[in-house]
């Protein structure tokens, strides 16, 4: 009996609903066709609800993007959304200036730490692995600081303004219905009742849109908390750019205390001048108190043969195609007379190769005695 009570009262409660729902529908699409007079909303409403989708398309924009800027590979976005909506934390795994950081490292170490290419590509791959942590840091602040907030709007306040601003328009829906019903009755107590419904209908839409409204008119300090929010992700991004280019300073540093003239496993050696770096003036600020940068460092033997007017026998170490007629082409394991020219750029030397001659860069020379 209970049971059959229980029944009954969900049939009856779907048939109301259906019922209703069928008027909604009717008065929708009457007023589509042009068949019914419709309640229109006032300006600053409708302005808030035109600032309010602006503000939704424009923040999923530019929350997707930010994820892709932070996060490159789309199949590890995948796996994290799906670590986030199961509530998991997902596997730490190398990104990757950590994961080309350890190759280098691996590397420096099969080739000897002792030679100078093994070193540097060890030392290399610590900076890469500094890169890396810093990558880390700078996704982590940036989803909370910038990320979730952009998300929390979207998933909770609008939300919520939508399921307000659906309910607005079945409120109006309402009340139209009424007045369409109110404008048919002819008979004097039909009409008594159909205004009675116009009345209620009609307060029950202003206490609608007030309550959206008021929602609306939150976008404003939205905007103001999402511009904090913006703050915050520019200087995550400052701090994480000033530290990589810091790591990437001291690196030079070390790379340049090397003797340009690396000694490789056969007692051979090669020159490798390395260029000076000047700060950016965009990190100026953050760059203050790095360490400058000296001037290339050359060897003994490239400064001698640049302060003298002698020449030198050189090998060259790989294949080099000139980029203009004054540049000489060369290939690897041939031998060059080279020599220095007053005001000469200090990466170049001028090459002889019976009756041609040219400019060739130093790095693709290992100097003979």
Not at 131 to 152: V, Y
Request: a neutral charge.
């Amino acid at each position: 009996m209970y049971v059959w009570c229980c029944i009954q009262k969900s049939t009856i409660s779907f048939i109301v609903i259906w019922a209703h729902s069928s008027k909604l529908w009717k008065q929708f699409t009457e007023e589509k066709l042009g068949q019914a007079e419709k309640t229109e909303l006032d300006a600053h409403l409708e302005n808030l609800l035109s600032k309010a989708e602006c503000t939704k398309q424009w923040t999923e924009k530019i929350m997707k993007q930010t994820e892709v800027l932070l996060q490159p590979n789309p199949n590890a976005r995948i796996e994290e959304f799906f670590y986030e909506k199961l509530d998991r934390k997902a596997p730490s795994r190398m990104n990757n200036p950590e994961l080309l950081g350890q190759y280098m490292i691996d590397a420096g170490n099969e080739f000897g730490p002792g030679t100078a290419y093994g070193n540097a590509l060890i030392k290399c791959g610590e900076t890469q692995k500094q890169i890396g942590t810093a990558d880390r840091e700078l996704i982590q602040t940036s989803a909370i600081n910038f990320l979730t907030p952009l998300r929390n709007f979207i998933e909770g306040d609008y939300k919520t303004i939508t399921k307000e601003r659906k309910l607005l328009q079945n409120k109006r829906l309402d009340l139209d219905a009424a007045k369409t019903r109110l404008k048919k009755a002819k008979v004097a107590e039909a009409r008594a009742a159909s205004e009675q419904e116009v009345r209620i209908t009609q307060s029950e839409f202003d206490r609608q849109a007030e309550i959206t409204r008021l929602l609306l008119e939150g976008i404003s300090s939205t905007h103001a908390h999402h511009l904090r929010c913006l703050n915050d992700f520019v200087e995550a991004q400052m701090t994480y750019y000033a530290q990589c280019y810091k790591y990437m300073l001291d690196l030079q540093k070390q790379l340049g205390s090397f003797p340009s003239i690396f000694l490789s496993n056969n007692n051979q050696s090669s020159s490798t001048p390395v260029q000076s770096v000047s700060t950016p003036s965009v990190l100026a600020s953050a760059s203050a108190s790095l360490p400058s940068v000296s001037n290339s460092v050359v060897t003994s033997g490239i400064s001698e043969l640049k302060s003298s007017s002698g020449s030198r026998k050189a090998r060259v170490l790989y294949d080099y195609d000139a980029a203009n007629s004054s540049e000489l082409s060369l290939l690897a394991d041939e031998v060059i007379t080279v020599y220095s020219i007053p005001g000469m750029d200090s990466d170049w030397l001028m090459g002889e190769r019976g009756n041609q001659k040219g400019k060739v860069p130093i790095t693709y020379l290992e100097l003979l005695n």
